[in-house]
Antibody, heavy 120, light 110 residues
Framework: QLQLQESGPGLVKPSETLSLTCTVS??????????WGWIRQPPGKGLEWIGS???????YYNPSLKSRVTISVDTSKNQFSLKLSSVTAADTAVYYC????????????WGQGTLVTVSS | DIQMTQSPSSLSASVGDRVTITCQAS??????LNWYQQKPGKAPKLLIY???NLETGVPSRFSGSGSGTDFTFTISSLQPEDIATYYC????????????FGQGTRLEIK
């Protein structure tokens, strides 16, 4: 059974860079059938797509975050990562990693999510 | 950018009721529309993909329809375990370079 697990600091200071890693187990991140994505959800609010990456390294980003976001992949570790720079309190959210099935074009497996709080 | 308008934002219904949620796109998105269920404190769960296809293992009381700009999500007979927030989500093309979620519909038991 495929599993995704987010990891990283739960507290980040304003103006610093948020860094998270998603570890994929039970399947290969190098499969040609999937993209891998990051989605976030501020407390009490809706879902926001951050971006997606293919195992080859091709990326797509939310235009509203593009200037601050970098998503990368490490196929040797079966992981992909998120970096969000110059964070503010507005970036406080639960961050989810997920698999984007290329055939269904839907997010069919999700991590449990990790809360990242931006505060000094 | 394609905007998604989901309604209602909240809904109260009784067990056994038929429940309908709509999602409208600002431009034609063909059938590039998925529906998710999110229970409190949990990650979203995919229910419907490509507007009307039921994800494996999802109960048949859930269904979706529509194409172009107008989409509908239906629960044919509401069950207590269906209490959750539901989101529509669109993508623009293949591969999806932009993904947008609707604002969500919070479903409660009356």
């Amino acid at each position: 059974q495929l599993q995704l697990q987010e990891s990283g600091p739960g507290l980040v200071k304003p103006s610093e860079t948020l860094s998270l890693t998603c570890t994929v187990s039970g399947g290969s991140i190098s499969s040609s059938s999937y993209y891998w994505g990051w989605i976030r959800q501020p407390p009490g609010k809706g879902l926001e797509w951050i971006g997606s990456i293919y195992y080859s390294g091709s990326t797509y980003y939310n235009p509203s975050l593009k200037s601050r976001v970098t998503i990368s992949v490490d196929t040797s570790k079966n992981q992909f990562s998120l970096k969000l720079s110059s964070v503010t309190a507005a970036d406080t959210a639960v961050y989810y990693c997920a698999r984007l099935d290329y055939e269904e074009v839907a997010l069919d497996y999700w991590g449990q999510g990790t809360l990242v709080t931006v505060s000094s | 950018d394609i905007q998604m308008t989901q309604s209602p934002s909240s809904l109260s219904a009784s067990v056994g009721d038929r429940v309908t949620i709509t999602c409208q796109a600002s431009q034609d998105i063909s059938n590039y529309l998925n529906w998710y269920q999110q229970k409190p404190g949990k990650a979203p769960k995919l229910l419907i993909y490509d507007a009307s296809n039921l994800e494996t293992g999802v109960p048949s009381r859930f269904s979706g329809s529509g194409s172009g700009t107008d989409f509908t999500f239906t629960i044919s007979s509401l069950q207590p375990e269906d209490i959750a927030t539901y989101y529509c989500q669109q993508y623009d093309n293949l591969p999806p370079s932009t993904i947008t979620f609707g604002q969500g519909t919070r479903l409660e038991i009356k």
